[in-house]
């Protein structure tokens, strides 16, 4: 077998390609890759409760726990998110996007989803759907 037919092999550059082109839509707003994947999961994942502990945002982000310290620390410091001492644990934070990392946010979503749909211009919906289910066979 080649090393271009290898499905590992194919993921990852796919995978790089597509990071690498992603991260010239949120770099613009002074975003590093870990920090827009916890400004993301933060957006999504966490609109009821808007909060979510370092260890959750590790885990949601597939980001290692010092990944995630470094760019909590730097959004912090950004203004872009507001830690508050857990009510479950208090020797733990909460994570919540400030005002302003909502409002950066909102900005970057719409951005995100053109750059999205530029990169399935040509792909039909069930092509898609497919790809869908086939990666998260992968994931099973």
């Known amino acids: 077998m080649k090393l271009e037919d290898m499905l590992a092999y194919k993921m990852a550059m796919a995978a790089s390609d597509l990071s690498e082109s992603l991260y010239n839509v949120y770099a613009s707003y002074g975003l590093v890759m870990p920090e827009w994947r916890i400004m993301a999961t933060l957006g999504h994942f966490s609109p009821d409760s808007k909060v979510m502990s370092a260890k959750a945002l590790s885990q949601a982000t597939r980001l290692d726990k010092v990944s995630v310290s470094r760019a909590l ?31 950066m946010y909102s900005e970057i979503i719409p951005k995100i989803t053109l750059w999205q749909q530029s990169k399935l211009k040509n792909i039909t919906d069930s092509e898609y759907e497919i790809f869908l289910k086939v990666i998260e066979n992968f994931s099973a």
């Open 73 to 103: 620390k730097r959004m912090e410091h950004n203004g872009l998110i507001c830690k508050t001492l857990s009510k479950n644990d208090g020797r733990f934070f909460d994570v919540a996007l400030s005002p302003r990392g909502e409002a």
